[in-house]
Nanobody, 115 residues
Framework: QVQLVESGGGLVQAGGSLRLSCAAS????????VNWYRQAPGKQRELVAL???????NYADSVKGRFTISRDNTKNTVYLQMNSLKPEDTAVYYC?????????WGQGTQVTVSS
């Protein structure tokens, strides 16, 4: 059974930092692409960052230079380091592991940035 568990969310002031973790069981994250999505109230879910099986990364324009996605293969965990947080980063953040036909999601972790 595949399980993705996000952690690390919380309440932080603008300008602060958080590191989200996505720990997996039942699947090897490095064999597929791992995406971090977020969804703010009343908005569509948006892709924030991804890391491919080969280690390539990509970011939404809104987070470039502030967020960093990384992977620890020994821990089967993907991280999202978020610096210089802004109130508009407030959302539920979801980890997604995709290696077709598999497409797995975590339960999400809330990030709230106060101004």
């Amino acid at each position: 059974q595949v399980q993705l568990v996000e952690s690390g969310g919380g309440l932080v002031q603008a300008g602060g930092s958080l590191r989200l973790s996505c720990a997996a069981s039942g699947i090897i994250l490095s064999m597929g692409t791992v995406n971090w999505y977020r969804q703010a109230p009343g908005k569509q879910r948006e892709l924030v960052a991804l890391i491919s099986s080969g280690g390539s990364t990509n970011y939404a324009d809104s987070v470039k230079g502030r967020f960093t996605i990384s992977r620890d293969n020994t821990k089967n965990t993907v991280y999202l380091q978020m610096n210089s947080l802004k109130p508009e980063d407030t959302a539920v953040y979801y980890c997604n592991s995709r290696r077709l036909p598999g497409d797995y999601w975590g339960q999400g972790t809330q990030v709230t940035v106060s101004s």
